[in-house]
């Protein structure tokens, strides 16, 4: 009797003790595959993770060192551009933007067409123009116009209805010179999509003028004189070669008209007279 239950003692501790070391094995604590409490494992997963933070790291190192190298040689190229800077590069960037039309030493050729007020008709006028441009910003012109057509305007009309004499002195030609002053340039924005150059001018000139001035029942008089003449132009740039400018111009000076009953009598004359030009610039640029 003892030694069966001796037996069965044994046989039970030997399967308590093979379940041990069969569960040991199936579950691996101690060793093998980590669990995810396994500080082991979270350590091993850190550096794996660590691993390819620090070899992107290591990779971008040499681009930047490059990086750093091309910025350093460009700034020095920019360096090396501005102190090589000549004047006629000067000039090209004394304004808001570099400037690509460039009148130094051009001459410029042009046609006009427009109109005069006069106080009691009115006369369209056409001419030509040339100019030699010193630099940017100072030129000298010379032009010459003719009076085309004359029609009465409404202040005349009025004092014919009236019976009242008149004594009329009409712009016939005229030509001289003045000095053009261009202190001012820049650009326009037009609905955002053309951009146009441009620039305003002032001028001041000594004229020859000659007018024919007549009257009702009167002999015509031709008229010669000097004239000073005081002007103002916007200008816009067509490309390189060539523009197109809006000019007022007024022209003062000493005047002689018929009296009706003979003999002529002194008056001084203003006319103001508005012409579109249009021009070309020579030599051409590139």
């Known amino acids: 009797m003892k030694q069966s239950k001796l037996v069965a003692l044994t046989l039970a501790f030997v399967a308590i003790f093979s379940f041990q070391v069969f569960a040991d094995d199936l579950f691996d604590l101690d060793g093998g595959a980590a669990g995810?409490?396994?500080?082991?494992?979270?350590?091993?997963s850190s550096d794996e993770a660590a691993a390819p933070a620090e070899e992107v790291q290591n990779a971008d190192a040499p681009k930047t060192a490059q990086l750093d190298t091309n910025a350093a040689i460009a700034d020095s190229e920019t360096e090396?551009?501005?102190?090589?800077l000549n004047i006629e590069k000067k000039k090209q960037i004394k304004v808001v933007q570099k400037k690509d039309?460039?009148?130094d030493h051009r001459f410029e050729l042009g046609i006009d067409i427009g109109f005069a007020c006069g106080d009691w008709e009115d006369l369209l006028a056409v001419g030509i123009r040339a100019t030699y441009h010193f630099n940017e910003y100072i030129a000298l012109q010379a032009r010459f116009l003719y009076g085309a057509v004359s029609w009465e305007n409404e202040t005349l009309k009025q004092a014919k209805e009236a019976d009242a004499y008149v004594a009329?002195?009409?712009?016939m030609l005229t030509?001289?010179?003045s000095v053009v002053f261009t202190p001012f340039y820049g650009k326009l924005s037009v609905f955002g999509d053309f951009i146009p150059k441009f620039d305003l001018n002032g001028s001041v000139g000594v004229y020859y003028y000659r007018t024919v001035a007549d009257?009702?029942?009167?002999?015509?008089m031709n008229n010669n004189d000097v004239a000073f003449q005081v002007g103002f132009a916007p200008k816009i740039f067509l490309g390189k070669n060539a523009s197109l400018s809006l000019n007022f111009d007024w022209f003062i000076m000493k005047d002689k008209r018929p009296k009706q009953e003979g003999g002529s009598s002194s008056y001084l004359k203003t006319d103001f007279l508005f012409t579109i030009n249009a021009s070309m610039f020579l030599p051409f640029a590139k």
């Open 36 to 44: 995810p409490e396994d500080p082991t494992a979270a350590e091993a």
């Open 80 to 84: 090396k551009e501005l102190r090589d």
């Open 101 to 103: 039309f460039m009148k």
């Open 168 to 171: 009329k002195s009409n712009l």
């Open 175 to 177: 030509g001289g010179a």
């Open 215 to 220: 009257g009702e029942g009167v002999d015509k």
